[in-house]
């Protein structure tokens, strides 16, 4: 079973400040997908963005990015220009097969 | 395109009773999850349906649960009968594809007194 590590229990940051969640995973296969998910308040699970193992170039979504670093098993999300509607737990998430395993989460505050 | 749907929302009942949530998901998708969401132990995968066919339901806590997939457009999930540790937040999501990314659905919060 893959195991997806979340370091990160809560952030907080200032409106229109960058921040960054830190997340690694653990696996033995070299193809796979990850993923970024957003869950506000409202509860519903929000996909952020998706980053395919073999595709070198790191994915962007207007203010999302991520650094994915495939030999250290790494998959940082950076949030450029906080909104207070970036308010949320996010969650990383990989995926081998069909299975989605995720980690812990991290509770992002984005104050004004 | 509408999203993955979920009824109901919210669903509060007794101990003791059935209780069955409902999922529509995404025209074309074909694959269907079941997750549970509490804070104890986060997300779960509950069941995998894979063209209408359960494929893995491993996840399922025990024979108090069942889900069914009658069509591509329909998913149940059912817990018969319920009990308070069954509280907690289930979702349905779907995919297009093995590996894709899933949709989730908004959620049903069950709560069992």
């Known amino acids: 079973a893959q195991t997806v590590t979340q370091s990160q229990p809560e952030m907080s940051v200032q409106e229109a400040e960058t921040v960054t969640l830190s997340c690694t995973y653990d696996?033995?296969?070299?193809?796979?997908?990850l993923f970024w998910y957003k869950q506000p308040p409202s509860r519903q699970m929000i996909l952020v963005i998706r980053?395919?193992?073999?595709?070198?170039q790191n994915a962007t979504e207007n203010r999302f990015s991520v650094n994915f670093q495939k030999a250290a098993k790494s998959f940082s999300l950076k949030i450029s220009d906080s909104q207070l509607g970036d308010t949320a737990m996010y969650f990383c998430a990989f995926s081998r097969d069909y299975k989605l395993s995720f980690g812990a989460g991290t509770t992002v505050t984005v104050r004004a | 395109d509408a999203g993955v749907i979920q009824s109901p929302r919210h669903e509060v009942t007794e101990m003791g009773q059935e209780v069955t949530l409902r999922c529509k998901p995404i025209?074309?998708?074909?694959?269907l999850f079941w997750y549970r969401q509490t804070m104890m132990r986060g997300l779960e995968l509950l069941i995998y349906?894979?063209?209408?066919?359960?494929?893995?339901d491993s996840g399922m806590p025990e024979d108090r649960f069942s889900a069914k997939m009658p069509n591509a457009s329909f998913s149940t999930l059912k817990i018969q009968p319920s009990e308070p540790r069954d509280s907690a937040v289930y979702f349905c999501?779907?995919?297009?594809?093995?590996?894709?990314?899933?949709?989730f659905g908004p959620g049903t919060r069950l709560t069992v007194t």
């Open positions: 980053q395919e193992a073999y595709k070198q």
């Open positions: 349906f894979n063209n209408n066919v359960p494929i893995d």
């Open positions: 999501a779907s995919s297009s594809a093995r590996g894709y990314e899933q949709y």
């Open positions: 025209s074309g998708h074909n694959s």
């Open positions: 696996t033995s296969e070299s193809n796979y997908y």
